[in-house]
Nanobody, 116 residues
């Protein structure tokens, strides 16, 4: 089993920044890719950014390219999502996701609200 705990959400004004963190524990050796998803009210959950755990390039959806950066710290078993130039349409619950040899795991989610 893998446990994921997100932190760092909150309320921010348009144009502002937030950094989300996802701490992983448990059978983390089995994980081969980490990702951030988001789900806005009335919309389907979508993948925002992904990063392999053992090398490789991150990927982003078009709407966040140039504004969001996903990174990882393997020593801390933590994945980050740096979000800059936030827009109201970025408002959503953000979920950490891990895919491993033994399954797919989700965090509990953290709310990000972009509003003036």
């Amino acid at each position: 089993q893998v446990q994921l705990v997100e932190s760092g959400g909150g309320l921010v004004q348009p144009g502002g920044s937030l950094r989300l963190s996802c701490a992983a524990s448990g059978s983390i050796f089995s994980i081969y890719i980490m990702a951030w998803y988001r789900q806005a009210p009335g919309k389907e959950r979508e993948s925002v950014a992904t990063i392999p755990t053992r090398g490789g390039s991150p990927t982003y959806i078009d709407s966040v390219k140039g504004r969001f950066t996903i990174s990882r710290d393997n020593a801390k078993n933590t994945v980050y999502l740096q979000m800059n130039s936030l827009k109201p349409e970025d408002t959503a619950v953000y979920y950490c996701n891990a895919r491993g040899l033994r399954g797919v795991y989700w965090g509990q989610g953290t709310q990000v609200t972009v509003s003036s």
